[in-house]
């Protein structure tokens, strides 16, 4: 089961023949840890599921209209991107729902991809802006009251950027960070 909205305003349009040509709702689905979280910024709503039902977690203070854009979780931790104003942000995940546990941002559209692992005991965050840069973040230091964002700090692990290649070709349109991946090189 969905909530409401996104059954009303995402998913019935998809199968009703009288919908407007083209109409495509947004739905980011992630799931880790044996728990499944989803959010969609046509209706600015995060969802985990508790005894196979719903739980809904509204927008928070600050987020803009493309929160749900992408969604990324190491199970206990969930990260919701807004990427029309470069902000993530991070949640503790329970059954009850998802508790904002702060903020983090970007230049926009910082964050519009993302992609979250475990390392040892490390919750680790790759956030991207689909252009040139690619931050990883450790989860579990992103901490505040989730309205005042400010750029990685202490939380930024390290950071990767599209390079000039040797052939003249530079990062214009290169799309650097646009598909991201985790693996564990070092076998731990």
Known sequence: ??????????????FDPLAPSG?????SVTSSGGRVVAA???????????????VESPRPAGADGSYGM????TGALVAISSPASGKVFVFDAADTGLTLRGCVSGPAPWGVVMRATTDGARALLAVSDALTT?????????????????APGAELVTTLR???????????????????????????
């Open 70 to 73: 992408t969604v990324a979780s």
């Open 162 to 188: 599209c390079a000039e290649s040797e052939d003249g070709k530079g990062c214009d349109g290169a799309a650097f960070g646009y598909s991201l991946a985790f693996g564990d090189l070092d076998g731990d």
């Open 40 to 54: 969609s910024p046509d209706v600015g709503l995060a969802w985990t599921y508790a005894n196979g039902m719903p």
């Open 23 to 27: 109409f495509s709702g947004i739905l």
């Open 1 to 14: 089961p969905v909530p409401a909205a996104i059954a009303s305003k995402v998913i019935k349009p998809l």
């Open 134 to 150: 690619v931050d990883v973040l450790d989860l579990a230091a992103i901490k505040g009251d989730g309205t005042s964002c400010a």
